[in-house]
């Protein structure tokens, strides 16, 4: 079921951690910082994988 309540829930969840981490790093930068991914995941308090599977470079 592609619109069951799970799935809606889960395409929330990944939009909602991947604007985190967007905003982690425009946070991040704005004080001047050049962050790696690392820095970035801690400033949104993920983890290092969950923000590898949202960018991988």
């Known amino acids: 079921m592609p619109d069951s309540p799970a799935n809606i ?5 990944r939009r909602r951690t991947r604007k985190d981490l967007l905003e982690a790093a425009a946070r991040l930068m ?3 910082a050049k962050p790696s991914l690392e820095e970035i995941a801690e ?3 993920v983890s ?3 923000a590898y599977r ?3 470079n």
């Open 9 to 13: 829930g889960r395409s929330n969840q």
């Open 48 to 50: 290092r994988a969950t």
């Open 43 to 45: 400033e949104a308090m």
């Open 54 to 56: 949202y960018f991988t």
């Open 30 to 32: 704005k004080r001047g």
